[in-house]
């Protein structure tokens, strides 16, 4: 791989996925958090827009990611 091919390989492989779980699970999550102490509401919150973003593939991926994906997180 030349130079421009490892930048574009590491900024998708792991810039791209950092940045996404930045913004659409974790900042949800803690702007939940200020309004709620309760658990369920923190994963709807990173839910909603996380699998929003993952439905384009598929509904059970959108499904899967945000549920896994907020359960984690919160």
Avoid: C, K, M
């Amino acid at each position: 791989l030349d130079l421009l091919d490892r930048h574009w390989f590491f900024l998708g492989v792991i810039g791209v996925p950092l940045v996404e779980t930045i913004l659409l699970q974790l900042l949800p999550i803690e702007i939940a958090r200020r309004f709620s102490s309760r658990f369920w509401p923190q994963v709807l919150s990173s839910w909603i827009l996380f699998a929003a973003l993952h439905f384009t593939n598929s509904i059970q991926s959108g499904f899967a990611a945000g549920i896994i994906g907020g359960w984690y997180f919160a």
